[in-house]
């Protein structure tokens, strides 16, 4: 901005603006002022703020998980000793930490709420308990290929790519409907087990493998994306499509000959 430049050096080296606090403590917007202890406080010397410089990065997950992890301990025995104070933490290390223990919660949420809905549709459909043994190992190898996939992922993931997992359960349990279908309909034309999980290999494959690669490529166009958090969804979401279908295709009709 015009006029801008004087202030350049004083924004670099204090981008907070605490020199706000230290210079000009009665006009402080925070309400924090100077105390005759030296520390900052609110007026009536109840609140007291504690600036800490942790070492690392705070995008650095590892960084940040340690500094939270050292100050929650450390904390923890002051809120001990001292009941009736309440203590609270923040800055980019805690909300980096934090966001990634949000991540992780909702990817274990989402993931076993759509695996529970699933199963229970699954059951609903075909009325047989055993039927959710036949879909759910390879059902989980697909979503244990994908999550390889993920893993390689030089960046790492953005909280919105996480719900991948969800998506893959979703499109590998109605591949494992058609799959089992087929075995149970091989079974009353008087097969044998054996010979009802090959027919109904033989009868899925090709088209369970077109429809997968149909939805891939329907997933894949998100990869055009100038959002990258769209772009990684859709990669996985490909991927996962493709490799539950080949998992379910190959494994589902042999437990469910079992």
Do not use: N
Request: proline content about 4%; glycine content about 8%.
């Amino acid at each position: 901005a015009p006029g801008s430049s004087s202030q350049s050096e004083r924004l670099a080296s204090d981008p907070l603006r605490l020199w706000a606090l230290l210079g000009q403590p009665d006009a402080s917007s925070s309400g924090l002022r100077i105390d005759a202890f030296g520390t900052f406080s609110s007026p009536d010397g109840r609140a007291h703020l504690v600036l800490i410089k942790p070492k690392g990065q705070a995008l650095r997950g590892e960084d940040a998980r340690m500094f939270v992890t050292e100050a929650s301990a450390l904390l923890s025995s002051y809120e001990s000793e001292f009941s009736d104070l309440r203590f609270g933490l923040t800055g980019g290390h805690a909300i980096a930490a934090a966001t990634e223990a949000m991540f992780m919660r909702d990817l274990t949420l989402s993931s076993s709420l759509s695996l529970l809905l699933a199963s229970l549709a699954f059951l609903l459909a075909f009325r047989r308990m055993r039927a959710i043994f036949a879909v759910m190992p390879p059902l989980f190898l697909g979503g244990l290929w994908t999550a390889g996939v993920a893993s390689l992922w030089p960046t790492g993931l953005s909280g919105i790519a996480v719900a991948f997992m969800s998506v893959v359960i979703g499109v590998g349990v109605d591949t494992g409907v058609h799959v089992y279908a087929a075995l149970l309909e091989a079974r009353r034309e008087g097969m044998s087990p054996d010979e009802a999980a090959i027919e109904a290999r033989r009868r899925t494959i090709r088209p369970v493998l077109v429809a997968a690669t149909t939805g891939a490529v329907a997933f894949a166009s998100l990869s055009l994306s100038e959002i990258s958090a769209l772009r990684q969804l859709g990669v996985l979401c490909a991927c996962g499509e493709l490799l539950t279908a080949v998992a379910i295709v190959i494994i589902t009709p042999v437990l469910g000959a079992r």
